[in-house]
């Protein structure tokens, strides 16, 4: 089975500061891997989405690596921003269309 | 796109009582996922289908859950004789299957379930 964990699991940082979040998978045969972001008490919204035959993908001050083969993620995030102030999960699928396999998460705060 | 609704936002019930969620997808989206949330944890799959097909199934679905999509649109998720242990907030997923290669997933905000 599948096993997806985010480290930290929680971050506080001083606004405008950049920021790494990491996400590590124990099975390396991923179809892709979606980093979302969670505000309390809301659903998930969909950040970024990596292929496996990807390497990076980049939405505005975020940006987030894959490195399969060593079954690690990380979404960079430049700039932070008190709006940045959210739960970050990743998840990975294993086959096109079946079930993602959801990290626990890293809340983080950013600090005025 | 009106994105994914969900309905209730939030519902409280008592121990053994039937509760059932609806799940309205992106028009045009053809699979759809349930998923479950405790506080502090990330989403648990439970079931998705393929319009109305439901492909699969985790071992967190037992017997008392049951899970619809008739005609492959809005889906339900009935629970039965609730337990205080299925209090979590229930999530419902799309995505345009075969249609996105990328197979990218979109949430509505989810049912809270309070079981008292």
Redesign the interface.
Known sequence: KQE?TQIPAALSVPEGENLVLNCSFTDSAI??L?W?RQDP??????LL?I?SSQREQTSGRLNASLDKSSGRSTLYIAASQPGDSATY?C?V?VI??????????TSLTVIP | DTGVSQDPRHKITKRGQNVTFRCDPISEHNRLYWYRQTLGQGPEFLTYFQNEAQLEKSRLLSDRFSAERPKGSFSTLEIQRTEQGDSAMYLCASSRGRLDVNEKLFFGSGTQLSVL
Do not use: P
């Open positions: 997806v179809y892709n979606q979302f008490g809301k659903g998930l919204t969909s989405l292929q999960l998840a699928s096109r269309g079946n079930q993602f396999y959801f990290g626990t998460g």
